[in-house]
C-alpha cells in the first residue's frame, strides 16, 4: 500500500471547521483513499473513503486533489468530542485484496474550547 | 449483533500463560481483522481471516502467536507463554467482505506482569 503521510498534530477551535491534510503522492490508480480516527481508549472508527472524486457523508467532507497526491479532511463544525487521532490510508479494492488497513502515525487533532 | 465484540475487555497474566482474547464479529461479516496496539503506538496488523482460512498471516510476531475463526464467526486470538512485550490491546474487525470499510470492536488490554 502507498505510504501517507500527515501532520503530527493540529488544534482547532469548537465550532470551526477542523481540515485535516494527508499526503499520499505516490498512490496507485487503483487505491481509495480512506479515513479513520481513533477517540481515546475506543477502537478506531470509520469516516468516510473516496476515490477521485470528493465525497460527504453526515461526519465529514473529503476532498481529493484532481492528481489525487493529497486529500483533505474536513469537519465542518468541530466539537470536543471530535479530539482524536485521525489516519489517513490508502488501500486497494476488488478480490484478491485482503484490504487490510495499514495504519501510520496519524493527525492527534485536539479541539479547544 | 450490533457490533464486534471483544472479550475479555481486560486481562492481566503472569508472564509464561497462555491466553486466549475472543472476537464476535458483525453478523454475515466474512472478513475478519486482528490487530494490537502498544501503549502509545499506532495500530499494528496481525492477521486477516476470509471465512474461516486466513489468507495472510503476515503481521503475527513470532510462533507464538496463532488464531483460529470457526464457522466463519467467532475467533481466537492466543498467546503462548506471553511475554511483558506482549501487553498492548488487541483489536478485532470486521467488514461485510474484503476491501470495504471495517468496524473495530472496543479491544482487549492486555498486561503481562
Known amino acids: 500500500d502507498a505510504k501517507t503521510t500527515q501532520p503530527t498534530s493540529m488544534d482547532c477551535a469548537e465550532g470551526r471547521a477542523a481540515n485535516l491534510p494527508c499526503n499520499h503522492s505516490?498512490?496507485?490508480?487503483?487505491?481509495?483513499v480512506y479515513w479513520y480516527r481513533q477517540i481515546h481508549s475506543q477502537g478506531p472508527q470509520y469516516i468516510i473513503h473516496?476515490?477521485?472524486n470528493n465525497e460527504t457523508n453526515e461526519m465529514a467532507s473529503l476532498i481529493i486533489t484532481e492528481d489525487r497526491k493529497s486529500s483533505t479532511l474536513i469537519l465542518p463544525h468541530a466539537t470536543l468530542r471530535d479530539t482524536a487521532v485521525y489516519y489517513c490510508?490508502?488501500?486497494?479494492?476488488?478480490?484478491?485484496?485482503?484490504?487490510?488497513?495499514?495504519f501510520g502515525q496519524g493527525t492527534t487533532l485536539q479541539v479547544k474550547p | 449483533g450490533a457490533g464486534v465484540s471483544q472479550s475479555p475487555s481486560n486481562k492481566v497474566t503472569e508472564k509464561g500463560k497462555d491466553v486466549e482474547l475472543r472476537c464476535d464479529p458483525i453478523?454475515?461479516?466474512?472478513?475478519l481483522y486482528w490487530y494490537r496496539q502498544s501503549l502509545g503506538q499506532g495500530l499494528e496488523f496481525l492477521i486477516y481471516?476470509?471465512?474461516?482460512?486466513?489468507?495472510?498471516k503476515s503481521g503475527l510476531p513470532s510462533d507464538r502467536f496463532s488464531a483460529e475463526r470457526t464457522g466463519g464467526s467467532v475467533s481466537t486470538l492466543t498467546i503462548q507463554r506471553t511475554q511483558q512485550e506482549d501487553s498492548a490491546v488487541y483489536l478485532c474487525?470486521?467488514?461485510?467482505?474484503?476491501?470495504?470499510?471495517?468496524?473495530f470492536g472496543q479491544g482487549t488490554r492486555l498486561t503481562v506482569v
Open positions: 474487525a470486521s467488514s461485510l467482505f474484503e476491501g470495504i470499510e471495517a468496524f
Open positions: 505516490t498512490i496507485s490508480g487503483n487505491e481509495y
Open positions: 473516496g476515490l477521485k
Open positions: 490510508i490508502v488501500r486497494v479494492h476488488g478480490s484478491g485484496n485482503t484490504g487490510k488497513l495499514i
Open positions: 453478523s454475515g461479516h466474512t472478513a
Open positions: 481471516f476470509q471465512g474461516n482460512s486466513a489468507p495472510d
